[in-house]
């Protein structure tokens, strides 16, 4: 894997476009994208490890992980010597895309082969196999042309890499079929176990002298989002600890644990993000290319690893956690459990003393408190309860943050003398905001599970409504965060405060228009947490007047919206008390949230737009592409699940390739034109004009879009499950409509948007909205399987006619908005 010499001018601009060095190493959306799928295939390995939670559980998931491992670093690489947006690399990417989804549907049963055959192994295997070959088969037509010099890497990579194929198949094969004293489920993990140290020991010998770093701030930036999605996964998994079904009570027991899961959390997203990142990042830059390669070589491929295994672990020991607190675990709270708990967070913080000494050479001293105070308190662990297990685990990490602010603050404050400038430099979301919009997958996950939990007409219409409170607590934070650039102490414990409030809200979410026996009020805890929310965006506007003394103004008009929709959510929890939650209470019921979100929405048009400035264009722009990419993020992970409810069969693996290209092709319409081009038109406004085109681009029309998402996630939820009936059926008639209507939502909504910004109307598009509302009726007698290949092949043909029409002029569009 190397950048070296120069390539003939018709490969770059047919096929590969390539980075340069010196280049602005940005990480491009169709990475981003990528990531969410990584998102739901570490959830799977959750899943296969709770499932089988013992020694060699854990030891087959961290297994899974260092294939998934290698096959992002081979991604994350690939992606520092070509642009993956650009050429026909996205075709490369869509299809890495999809064998992951495929993958993380197959990864319970990689080794027990949970359909009774192999099915689910060689899904896996061939899984891995395809994605390692094709970063490699790309990166040889790469290096071909170079001669001699480059031609031997090349050679000397596949002759490594081609026996695993044949250990893996031997792995898949011959267990059922051989008469061994071994269990075929222990012979396979051996033979999965070889192909890892073969390839791992194989991937250093030929990237030693080989693999050079292009853009060193894109690979760490890489290196920095998949810590990232590693800790969205830690998150999603505590959310769904109670299963996706939405059928267990909300008990104080889980919100206890929630709350402690997001503190643990965040604590250690603040030993990675606040120096550790910045400092080794820059420290890279100032090194000579060689070195730069070999840093990028050990600490961040090499000993990134073992902190993402250690998230994975720690993902499992909180999930395992908060069932055990909650009554719900499949297996009992023992002294393993706070092993395996503690265990993780040691593991990770392992692999960040090595990451600190490898890239800094100097020996991160908070991190090791942290390990000692971690083994000093596990044997206490042992023998407390679920949550009192967890109250420790928070005790030891807080234990960092206290020695960096006290012991160690010298030096703490010398770093952050030499990080601020590089922080104050981001022009995008921070870190800390890509953290809390994960938090926002899982809860628009369970807007899914609501209305596949009431299944009907009225259901969808209670998750809409849901929904859009969900995204205006969104998007208040959006303008609070992009008016306040800081990166205080107050700023990050708001964040984690609303991280915390906004998982709470996610799990009591199903529950509010029809609360579980022996639990909570759903409906109490979500506006309980909406409210505290809105306090605790209050209190940071309060904290940043000093600088900006516009700002509680804005605040105050904006509260009376506010405050009539909280009072009108008060008046409902009252009604349901009162009377119950039966026909017709529960019609009056939800035209009361309805009525209160329409006026919280609709009220706050006007508040403050003289007062309101869009600070960075460049950050409001991201953070919105963010929270749609998050949407994409939610789709893709009910696309998943859904499928893995299924039993795993020929028929599966085409309806889920069907579905991830039709996701794809959504996906690529926004971000292959529209976000691009509406940043360059919201730059190129000024003053006013730039807030209105702010509020109206984006704060309202981005509501429908993501809206069509979720709409389009329940359509296949719906689809793929069928309520039992047999896979490949005639669709379910709700979840038909909602498939097809949601794209139409999601197509309409995105022709509102480009009129907004431009007076201009795609045909495609209106046509593309036209066709599939006439095809949504005609369509219904055929299976999920035609329905599913008629949207993709539809999605297709509209990604065409988009992308011809882009090259004959529409991405020369003014950049001047009307």
């Not at 190493?25 to 990531?35: H, N």
């Not at 794809?664 to 004009?689: K, M, N, V």
């Not at 409509?737 to 197509?747: D, H, Q, R, T």
């Amino acid at each position: 894997m190397r950048d070296g010499g120069s390539t003939p001018a018709a490969l770059r601009r047919r096929f590969l476009v390539l980075r340069t060095e010196g280049s602005t190493g940005e990480v491009s959306w169709m990475e981003l994208f990528i990531d969410l799928f990584f998102v739901f295939a570490f959830l799977r390995v959750t899943n296969l490890m709770a499932s089988h939670l013992e020694w060699l559980g854990v030891a087959e998931g961290t297994i899974v992980v260092l294939m998934l491992w290698h096959c992002w670093n081979s991604c994350a690489w690939l992606g520092n010597v070509v642009y993956l947006d650009k050429g026909l690399l996205p075709l490369v990417v869509f299809g890495i895309a999809t064998t992951l989804l495929i993958m993380g549907v197959a990864i319970p049963g990689t080794f027990t082969a949970e359909s009774g055959g192999v099915f689910e192994p060689l899904l896996v295997a061939s899984g891995y196999l395809l994605i390692i070959y094709s970063v490699l088969a790309v990166l040889s037509y790469l290096h071909w042309s170079q001669g001699p010099a480059g031609r031997r890497p090349v050679i000397a990579s596949w002759l490594t890499y081609l026996p695993a194929g044949v250990i893996l198949a031997c792995a898949i094969w011959l267990p059922p079929r051989l008469d061994l004293p071994i269990d075929d489920r222990h012979l396979r993990t051996v033979l999965f176990a070889l192909v890892i140290v073969i390839n791992f020991s194989a991937l250093r010998v030929v990237s030693s002298g080989n693999a050079q770093v292009v853009s060193s701030r894109h690979l760490a930036e890489r290196h920095g989002l998949i810590i990232l999605v590693a800790l969205g996964e830690t998150v999603i998994s505590v959310g769904v600890s109670q299963g996706l079904g939405g059928d267990e009570p909300v008990t104080w027991q889980l919100l206890a644990g929630a709350a402690l899961s997001i503190a643990v959390i965040s604590v250690l997203w603040w030993t990675y993000f606040d120096v550790a990142k910045v400092v080794a990042e820059h420290a890279m830059q100032a090194l000579p290319r060689a070195e730069q390669s070999r840093i990028a070589r050990d600490a961040y491929s090499g000993l990134h690893l073992p902190m993402i295994c250690g998230l994975i672990v720690l993902a499992l020991g909180l999930k395992h956690a908060v069932s055990s607190a909650t009554g719900t675990a499949d297996h009992p709270w023992h002294a393993a459990s706070a092993v395996l708990l503690f265990g993780g967070v040691i593991v990770y913080l392992g692999g960040l003393i090595a990451f600190q000494r490898r890239a800094l050479g100097m020996l991160g001293r908070s991190p090791v408190v942290g390990s000692v105070t971690l083994l000093a308190l596990l044997p206490l662990a042992a023998r407390t309860p679920p949550l009192g297990a967890l109250a420790l685990l928070l005790l030891g990490v807080t234990a960092m943050v206290v020695a960096d602010r006290t012991v160690f603050r010298r030096r703490h404050r010398q770093l952050h003398a030499r990080v601020d400038p590089e922080v104050a430099k981001i022009p995008g979301a921070t870190p800390k905001e890509l953290l809390v919009d994960l938090v926002f997958v899982f809860a628009f996950i369970q807007v899914t599970v609501l209305m596949v939990r009431e299944n009907s007409v009225f259901g969808v219409v209670q998750g809409l409504i849901l929904l859009a409170l969900l995204w205006w607590a969104w998007a208040s934070f959006s303008w609070v965060t992009n008016a306040i650039r800081h990166e205080t102490v107050p700023v990050r414990l708001a964040m984690i405060g609303v991280m915390a409030l906004t998982l709470i809200l996610g799990i009591a979410l199903p529950h509010t228009f029809e609360s579980t026996p022996g639990g909570l009020p759903g409906a109490s805890v979500v506006v309980a947490a909406y409210l505290t929310g809105w306090i605790v965006q209050a209190a940071l506007v309060w904290y940043a007047a000093r600088d900006q003394p516009d700002l509680p103004a804005v605040v105050r008009q904006s509260a009376w919206p506010s405050a009539v929709a909280l009072a009108l959510l008060t008046g409902s929890i009252v009604v349901e008390v009162t009377f119950g939650d039966a026909p017709p209470i529960d019609l009056i019921i939800t035209m009361m949230w309805l009525v209160a979100v329409v006026t919280e929405i609709l009220g706050s048009y006007r508040s403050g737009l003289r007062r309101w400035r869009i600070r960075t264009v460049r950050h409001w722009t991201d953070r919105y592409a963010l929270i749609m990419l998050i949407a994409f993020g939610e789709t893709i992970i009910a696309l998943g699940f859904s499928g893995a409810q299924e039993a795993t069969s020929l028929l599966l693996v085409l309806l889920l390739v069907a579905a991830s290209i039709a996701i794809c092709t959504i996906w690529w319409s926004y971000f292959h034109t529209d976000a691009g081009l509406a940043h360059d038109a919201l730059q190129a406004a000024r003053g006013e004009e730039r807030v209105h085109l702010a509020r109206d681009a984006y704060t309202y029309l981005h509501l429908p879009m993501v809206a069509g998402l979720i709409l389009f996630a329940f359509g296949l939820r719906e689809t793929l499950i069928l309520h039992g009936s047999p896979l490949g059926a005639h669709t379910h008639a709700l979840g038909h409509y909602a498939l097809y209507l949601g794209a139409v939502a999601y197509i309409a909504a995105n022709q509102a948007f480009w009129w907004r910004v431009w007076r201009r109307v795609s045909g495609s598009r209106i046509g593309g909205a036209v066709l599939l509302t006439v095809l949504a009726p005609l369509t219904a007698p055929l299976s999920v399987l035609w329905n599913l290949v008629l949207l993709a092949g539809l999605g297709i043909v509209f990604a065409a006619i988009e992308m011809l029409a882009s090259r004959r002029g529409r991405t020369g569009v003014d950049p001047q908005p009307a």
